[in-house]
């Protein structure tokens, strides 16, 4: 039988220092272990340990020279965590925090998530600890340039197939495809998230925020509320932020806050269609920062250095990155009436924070749920470039809103408490974890 408890002692003794992937870890095998025993086989077959340590870990030496001429390092890493269901595919984060902890709780995540959006792909995750942040358009490609030098004997269409994340969106991954290219003389699905002109699928880049609001709408269903007229709290103001801010003010909801590394923007008056182009432009075109929103647009206050979970709302969107709501800002969500919290990042909630929203029996939507629109688009994605076929924006929207749906229901199904209460953690894991566990049983011990 498995003990939880002890699986996680041992990763923890063998992998010291990853707190990160630790977390990941232990969050997942707390969910899945009643069900996990109901399978004896499981155990003979050592699943657990197979399915919690990646298949493969790449680490290479990336160097680029900067503008100045001088000649410098950064660290790159791709996870290959699991192909049982399909080939690899996950982001790459480009991000000064990058470690093997962080790629490795994202390449764990993955792999029950991309199980979950019903499409064929196994899990992954990749990057490096350099920051396009501050960088000029050269650097930036000759980074990417650098980057893939070495990545690329590592991936292929049906190999590993990677994508976007933190610090990596459509330039990136035009500068990557690039190189690819160039290299093998290939023309081939091996990265998503690529510009429309060359292979790309619409509604990508607006998939991962449209699709959180999607799985929202749904579990605010599950209580007839709805969307329209409510208050919401989003951090971050990258990719996912930007298109959850986007899908929330066109169903009429009020969107209150963004926010980057650097502190949190207020607009009490909400952030209506046309503040919102300016934010587009300001983030996509200028590469500024949220603070200068508050400069053009006086009514809202800008907090220098804070998190955005203090203000009064209805609903609370978290789009920026790991363990940005503690217990603390949890228990402020909540005692501000807070009525539903549907992730955007991956692992935004501490566990301190996702005990105090279970314990309030909030509507709670962990990542790998409410985040999977993304990869489920790029799975589309790879579909369309095996297809060399393009489909149209509304097939895709579609498409996504079928699969956020699916993925509701198989949280329902596998979530659902005695008392009634929807565990979305629960329901996610299990769904996610069965369907990677039955095909790694398939396939031997390999
Ligand atoms: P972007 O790089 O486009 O945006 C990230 C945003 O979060 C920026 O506003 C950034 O601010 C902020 N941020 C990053 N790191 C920190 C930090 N340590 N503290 C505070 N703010 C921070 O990334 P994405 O929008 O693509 O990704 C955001 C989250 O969503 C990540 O957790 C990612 O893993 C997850 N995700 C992304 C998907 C996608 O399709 N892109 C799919 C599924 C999940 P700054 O500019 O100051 O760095």
């Known amino acids: 039988m498995m003990k939880a408890t002890e699986v996680i002692e041992n990763l923890k003794q063998r992998f010291p220092g990853e707190p990160e992937y630790i977390q990941a870890v232990s969050q997942v095998l707390a969910t899945i272990e009643d069900e996990y025993n109901l399978h004896p086989d499981f155990e003979a077959a050592n699943l657990i340990e197979r399915l919690c340590i990646p298949d493969r870990i790449l680490q290479f030496r990336v160097t680029w020279t900067d503008d100045a001429g001088n000649v410098r390092t950064n660290m790159g890493y791709r996870i290959q965590h699991n192909n049982a269901i399909g080939p690899y595919k996950g982001g790459l984060r480009y991000h000064q925090s990058v470690n093997l902890s962080i790629l490795k709780f994202l390449a764990f995540e993955q792999t029950f998530k991309n199980s979950l959006t019903t499409l064929p792909m196994g899990g992954a995750k990749g990057g490096s600890d350099f920051s396009p942040r501050g960088k000029s358009e050269g650097e930036v490609m000759r980074f990417c340039q650098a980057f893939m030098n070495e990545l690329y004997r590592h991936i292929g269409p049906d190999e590993d197939v990677p994508a976007g994340d933190i610090g990596v969106g459509g330039r990136e991954v035009g500068y990557l495809f690039g190189q690819y290219k160039k290299l093998t003389h290939q023309f081939q699905g091996v990265l998503t998230g690529k510009g429309t002109s060359f292979g790309g699928s619409l509604i990508r880049p607006e998939a991962t925020g449209y699709g959180v609001v999607y799985f929202l709408e ?32 066109e169903l009429g909801a009020k969107v209150l806050t963004l926010s980057d590394s650097d502190g949190y923007i207020y607009d009490p008056d909400g952030i209506d269609a046309e503040k919102f182009e300016y934010v587009m432009e300001l983030k996509n075109i200028f590469r500024g920062r949220i603070r200068e929103y508050a400069e053009q647009y006086p009514s809202a206050q800008y907090h220098e250095y804070e998190r955005p979970w203090r203000e009064v709302a209805d609903i609370a969107l978290p789009c920026a990155t790991q363990n940005e709501i503690d217990g603390d800002d949890a228990a402020a969500l909540v005692a501000n009436g807070v009525v539903a919290v549907a992730e955007g990042a991956n692992m935004p909630s501490t566990p301190e924070a996702v005990k105090v929203f279970q314990d309030a029996k909030l509507l709670y939507a962990p990542g790998k749920a409410s985040n999977a629109g993304g990869v489920s688009v790029s799975g589309l994605e790879m579909t369309q470039n095996s297809e060399r076929l393009s489909w149209t924006a509304k097939e895709v929207d579609d498409y996504l809103k079928r699969i956020m749906n699916d993925i509701h229901e198989n949280c329902i199904r596998y979530g659902t408490e005695p008392d009634g209460y929807i565990n979305y953690v629960k329901g996610a894991n299990v769904a996610g974890f069965m369907k990677v566990a039955k095909a790694m049983m398939s396939q031997g011990i390999v």
């Open 218 to 249: 749904s579990m605010l269903a599950t209580r007839n509320i709805a969307l329209a007229g409510k208050k919401v709290l989003i951090s971050g103001s990258g990719n996912v932020a930007q298109y959850a801010a986007r899908k929330c003010i």
